[in-house]
T-cell receptor, first 115, second 117 residues
Framework: GAGVSQSPRYKVTKRGQDVALRCDPI?????LYWYRQALGQGPEFLTY????????KSGLPNDRFSAERPEGSISTLTIQRTEQRDSAMYRC?????????????FGPGTRLTVT | AQTVTQSQPEMSVQEAETVTLSCTYD???????LFWYKQPPSRQMILVIR??????QNATENRFSVNFQKAAKSFSLKISDSQLGDTAMYFC??????????????FGKGTKLTVNP
């Protein structure tokens, strides 16, 4: 079966523009996670969902960042009024259910560059 | 808050030899899991091995094994019979577990491993 997919794979945007990053999890996976990975660093948690409910958004850096998963499947991470410091790889992961017993499967990521 | 520290930014090993990657973590939790993830040049994230903190026996997966020292909060990864395909960034990660626990992974900064022919 298909893995986690993300689109676009690469996004270049000008400072001040809004961007929307899409994640399509593995079919049937209840839990969906967003991470951000700066160059040379490990991934950093942003937020996660069980079904359509956002369970933890403690990692979102500020109110320019938001995420939704309205039908409990596809999720969108939106960054408003982008800044250069937002440039990073944005990764999505999904798992069958929440919890460390269930492996998180990562997507290929969206590389965002803000110029 | 939990922190994960990988003190070796880069390491190299000859093909067929054994290498150990270090990881320490800081937590006040008693119930948690630890993970090693591999990120090859393709930039995928692949789970290598997982350890449950309440299990004393060290996890093994083929050529990969861990040395889990709970009291010392240490979780090292040993790769035996290194292969060229093991060349990658390796990330150590922590997840708290239990009632009210957030299901987020907390990652270290990674160790870049190069396997030389």
């Amino acid at each position: 079966g298909a893995g986690v997919s993300q689109s676009p794979r690469y996004k270049v945007t000008k400072r001040g523009q809004d961007v929307a990053l899409r994640c399509d999890p593995i079919s049937g996976h209840v839990s969906l996670y967003w991470y951000r990975q700066a160059l040379g660093q490990g991934p950093e948690f942003l937020t996660y969902f069980n079904y359509e409910a956002q369970q933890d958004k403690s990692g979102l850096p500020n109110d320019r960042f938001s995420a939704e998963r309205p039908e409990g499947s596809i999720s969108t991470l939106t960054i408003q009024r982008t800044e250069q410091r937002d440039s990073a790889m944005y990764r999505c992961a999904s798992s069958l259910e929440a919890g460390p017993s269930y492996e998180q499967y990562f997507g290929p990521g969206t590389r965002l560059t803000v110029t | 808050a939990q922190t994960v520290t990988q003190s070796q930014p880069e390491m190299s090993v000859q093909e067929a030899e054994t290498v150990t990657l270090s990881c320490t973590y800081d937590t006040s939790e008693s119930n948690y899991y630890l993970f090693w993830y591999k990120q090859p040049p393709s930039r995928q994230m692949i789970l290598v091995i997982r350890q449950e903190a309440y299990k004393q026996q060290n996890a093994t997966e083929n050529r990969f094994s861990v040395n889990f020292q709970k009291a010392a909060k240490s979780f090292s990864l040993k790769i035996s019979d290194s292969q060229l395909g093991d060349t990658a960034m390796y990330f150590c990660a922590f997840m708290k577990h239990g009632l009210g626990g957030s299901e987020k992974l907390v990652f270290g900064k990674g160790t870049k491993l190069t396997v030389n022919p």
